[in-house]
């Protein structure tokens, strides 16, 4: 089963190179292309180093999925979920009130803000909880 996993998760990885390749090539999309080429790097040179880090760790006969983790992981989580969902409340609530005219944005790049604000907030609160109870 293992096997297969990383066999599925390289092969994504490649067709994701393939097509950050294909926008490139294609001329429309650089940017685009070198994103989805970037975002695929690192997300396979982040397994390697955690498969590798699992590996000695079993090695050395420790247990590398502890509770420990699981629960600092559920606990930033909810943080990040309640944080994000207030300052967004707090957001439309202000906008509400000022009345401002509607900024010129993309509805795709503002989900993407959205998206990479998640991920930064959910890493931060993960690293604070993580050695606050470590």
Same mark, same amino acid.
């Given at each position: ?13 490649? !067709? ?23 975002? *695929? ?34 606990? /930033? /989580? ?10 967004? *409340?707090?957001?439309? !609530? ?11 944005? =993309?509805?795709? =790049? *503002?989900?993407?803000?959205?998206? *990479? ?15 606050? !109870?470590?």
């Amino acid at each position: 089963m293992r096997n297969f996993l990383v066999f599925s998760r390289s092969l994504i990885l490649l !067709l994701l190179i393939g097509l950050g390749i294909w926008h490139i090539s294609a001329g429309g999309n650089e940017g685009f292309g070198i994103g989805i080429i970037a975002g *695929a790097s690192a997300a396979f040179i982040a397994s390697m180093l955690k498969a590798r880090k699992i590996t000695r760790l079993q090695e050395q006969g420790m247990n590398p999925y502890d509770e420990r983790h699981e629960y600092v992981n559920g606990k /930033a /989580a909810i943080v990040t979920i309640y944080i994000f969902s207030t300052v967004l *409340a707090l957001i439309v !609530l202000i906008g509400s009130f000022l009345d401002p005219v509607p900024p010129a944005i =993309d509805l795709y =790049d *503002a989900l993407g803000l959205c998206l *990479a604000g998640v991920l930064l907030l959910y890493t931060i609160c993960y690293f604070v909880y993580s050695k606050r !109870l470590g």
